[in-house]
């Protein structure tokens, strides 16, 4: 009964297909093709006629269905993988599914307290990416991908550079989130330890004054050795030559997966080359990198299916990502899998986390509080 509502719910929407055209299916078809994927999601399997009329509610004889997936087939929504079998959704058929979807989307009350549950506990400087990415694989069944904030744009609490030997500097980094990085960098010339320590001393005014990130920093030194001449003058240039430095050090988030023999377990990973081209798709952190970064700029849960992941040589994948922090100061979060996906429990809880990931980063433990 529940199923049959929110395929009719499903059924009344208008929905934009893959080009961007809208197109306005028949009602009849929009829930058989809603219906056949939803049963697909449930078993892996080719969905037959006999089978939509006597679990969803699909008041059509079996002959009438048949005929409307051919009309399916024939837009590209549904395949049939031999003769005589069932059909499959194509990526074409799921993207409509997921683009209705996503407007209905509310997370499971089950799922938002395990959330929590894991999560609450956890401070700014624990191992969050981690848990994040581990209770999203252990909720979905995928793989839970979870990049850190890049700590050019970390709004800083401390800002330090330590004399190691010759030319090179240790660089000490402390977020407001209490994430700490160290780099080595190499600074041409002569340093002399008072001007060392009267550059730190500098560096903490600027970040006492003001929330500033690595990047900021570099620019509001840049910005008042305009104003000032003489010695004042020297010694801003001096620290924004060892900032230069630190920002020119840039290194490429850190990509936490999760969960890789969970997803590696469920039944489409019984074909070893399969696991392998998964494999080979996680290995790739630079790709894999770009694509979770491209989220932090198309704002809310963005769902890519098939190709659209642009995941190498992966077919039967889908990502579904976004962003979590503040606007400059953000990393990305979300799971990786194959297109036989339950989007409908996937996008929230996605969303949720990325919520709840963001007021630990930011320190409002009172907000997670009024979520339970």
């Known amino acids: 009964m529940g199923a049959s509502v929110a395929l009719d719910t499903l059924a009344q ?14 009602y009849r078809a929009r829930r058989i093709l809603y219906a056949a994927i939803t049963e697909y999601i449930a078993t892996g399997e080719p969905v037959g006629s006999r089978t939509l009329a006597k679990r969803y509610g699909i008041n059509l004889s079996p002959a009438t269905i048949r005929n409307v997936l051919a009309d399916l087939e024939e837009a590209g929504l549904v395949r049939q993988p031999h003769t ?7 990526d074409k058929g799921f993207r409509l599914f997921v683009d209705a979807l996503v407007q209905m989307r509310e997370v499971a009350a089950e799922d938002r307290a395990a959330v929590l549950q894991r999560l609450r506990g956890l401070v700014p400087g624990s191992d969050v990416l981690k848990e994040a990415g581990e209770v999203l694989s252990a909720l979905t069944g995928a793989a839970g991908v979870v990049t850190a904030p890049r700590a050019e ?27 700490v990085e160290n780099r080595v ?20 005014e600027l970040l006492t004054s003001q929330t500033r990130s690595l990047a900021s920093v570099r620019d509001a030194l840049a910005a008042e050795m305009d104003a000032e001449r003489g010695t004042i003058e020297q010694l801003r240039a001096e620290a924004r030559r060892m900032v230069d430095a630190a920002v020119g050090d840039d290194r490429p988030a850190k990509v936490v997966i999760e969960g890789q ?9 019984l074909d070893g080359e399969k696991i392998r081209s998964y494999l080979r798709a996680f290995d790739d952190k630079e790709r894999l990198l ?5 989220t932090l700029l198309s704002g809310g849960v963005r769902v890519l299916i098939g190709q659209e992941a ?4 992966v077919d039967d994948v889908s990502l579904v990502a976004t962003s979590y922090g503040r606007s400059g100061s953000a990393g990305t979060l979300g799971v990786i899998g194959p297109t036989r996906m339950d989007y409908a429990k996937v996008v929230p809880l996605v969303g949720f986390t990325a919520k709840v990931m963001g007021d630990i980063l930011a320190g409002k433990t009172e907000a997670l509080e009024e979520d339970e």
């Open 310 to 313: 642009g995941l190498g040589a």
């Open 261 to 269: 023999g969970r997803l590696f377990d469920r039944p489409e990973f």
């Open 153 to 179: 744009h970390e709004q800083l609490s401390q800002l330090r550079f330590m004399r190691l030997r010759g030319d090179q500097l240790l660089v000490v980094l402390v977020t407001r989130s209490g994430a």
């Open 13 to 26: 929407r208008y929905l934009t297909d893959i080009s961007g055209q809208l197109t306005e299916l028949p």
């Open 185 to 204: 960098v190499t600074i041409a010339g002569e340093l002399d330890d008072r001007v060392l320590e009267r550059v730190n001393n500098l560096l903490d």
């Open 84 to 90: 005589s079998a069932g059909r499959v959704p194509t």
């Open 290 to 294: 770009g694509l979770l970064e491209d």
